[in-house]
């Protein structure tokens, strides 16, 4: 729906735009309403968040140059100000609705995507939906991953310095230190990126395991067990053979968010 009034706003706008150049007289009032709704419509359209800078430095530049075209054929010189104001405005205003954070962190993401040394499940599971999409914050996967590929103990810089260096991992992570603590279904890039939905589905599981059939546990369970029913890959159904299914790790996200106060532990601060 926004992007049907978005684009007949758009069109309104310059259609606007173009009556007023072919015969309407000229006049400031006019040529800001018709701008106004050019501007709209764009700001309308559900842009992706990185593209937003782009789009807004572009649109920018767009009103300021045919409102400065506008001044030279008009012999006038109030077009040119306009030109400044709505030009600055709209770039503001589009640039305001991006995180720089959110933009580089993204791109870091598809860096890694196209690095031929990354494994190919991560890059699946970029590709597929996962990790970028969730704006899941590298800097925070970085060290779990790190610490969770150890088994916890520490590093060899850590051993001969003393200092910690698990300082910046994440609290679930931190409790699924020891592989033992791991769910052995779930990849280790999966429990690295997303910690928090594992501890909280291996919770669901526990309890479901003590309540045993006659348990309410709700709609999320219920979600949940009917994701893991037949196994998270193509291989057996414990999982820990085949590949993993990405797409049952996405429903398994997407219910996690879909429940009341839940968020990823690992997304970014803004997100």
């Given at each position: 729906?926004?992007?049907?009034?978005?684009?007949?706003?758009?069109?309104?706008?310059?259609?606007?735009?173009?009556?007023?150049?072919?015969?309407?007289?000229?006049?400031?009032?006019?040529?800001?309403?018709?701008?106004?709704?050019?501007?709209?419509?764009?700001?309308?359209?559900?842009?992706?968040?990185?593209?937003?800078?782009?789009?807004?430095?572009?649109?920018?530049?767009?009103?300021?140059?045919?409102?400065?075209?506008?001044?030279?054929?008009?012999?006038?010189?109030?077009?040119?100000?306009?030109?400044?104001?709505?030009?600055?405005?709209?770039?503001?205003?589009?640039?305001?609705?991006?995180?720089?954070?959110?933009?580089?962190?993204?791109?870091?993401?598809?860096?890694?995507?196209?690095?031929?040394?990354?494994?190919?499940?991560?890059?699946?599971?970029?590709?597929?939906g996962l990790l970028a999409?969730?704006?899941?914050?590298?800097?925070?996967?970085?060290?779990?991953?790190?610490?969770?590929?150890?088994?916890?103990?520490?590093?060899?810089?850590?051993?001969?310095?003393?200092?910690?260096?698990?300082?910046?991992?994440?609290?679930?992570?931190?409790?699924?230190?020891?592989?033992?603590?791991?769910?052995?279904?779930?990849?280790?890039?999966?429990?690295?990126?997303?910690?928090?939905?594992?501890?909280w589905m291996c919770g669901?599981?526990?309890?479901?395991?003590?309540?045993?059939?006659?348990?309410?546990?709700?709609?999320?369970?219920?979600?949940?067990?009917?994701?893991?029913?037949?196994?998270?890959?193509?291989?057996?159904?414990?999982?820990?053979?085949?590949?993993?299914?990405?797409?049952?790790?996405?429903?398994?996200?997407?219910?996690?968010?879909?429940?009341?106060?839940?968020?990823?532990?690992?997304?970014?601060?803004?997100?």
């Amino acid at each position: 729906m926004t992007r049907l009034l978005g684009l007949a706003v758009l069109v309104g706008g310059a259609l606007a735009l173009v009556a007023a150049l072919l015969g309407w007289q000229l006049t400031p009032l006019r040529i800001g309403v018709g701008v106004f709704f050019v501007i709209y419509g764009i700001l309308s359209f559900p842009y992706p968040k990185e593209d937003r800078h782009q789009v807004g430095l572009v649109v920018g530049c767009i009103i300021f140059f045919v409102l400065g075209l506008l001044s030279l054929v008009l012999g006038s010189w109030w077009p040119l100000p306009a030109g400044v104001v709505l030009g600055y405005g709209a770039t503001l205003i589009l640039t305001s609705r991006t995180d720089a954070r959110l933009v580089l962190n993204r791109r870091q993401w598809q860096a890694v995507a196209r690095d031929p040394d990354t494994p190919t499940d991560i890059r699946k599971a970029i590709d597929g939906g996962l990790l970028a999409a969730d704006d899941i914050d590298v800097q925070k996967f970085l060290p779990n991953f790190d610490y969770l590929a150890r088994g916890g103990a520490p590093s060899l810089m850590e051993f001969y310095t003393g200092v910690d260096e698990n300082w910046a991992v994440t609290p679930s992570a931190r409790g699924m230190a020891s592989p033992l603590e791991r769910p052995p279904a779930y990849p280790l890039w999966f429990i690295a990126a997303y910690p928090d939905v594992v501890t909280w589905m291996c919770g669901l599981l526990s309890e479901a395991s003590k309540q045993g059939e006659d348990g309410k546990l709700g709609a999320a369970y219920n979600a949940v067990a009917e994701i893991v029913g037949s196994g998270l890959s193509d291989g057996d159904t414990d999982g820990s053979f085949g590949e993993v299914d990405i797409g049952r790790l996405k429903a398994i996200v997407r219910v996690y968010r879909s429940e009341p106060g839940n968020r990823l532990e690992c997304a970014m601060e803004s997100v």
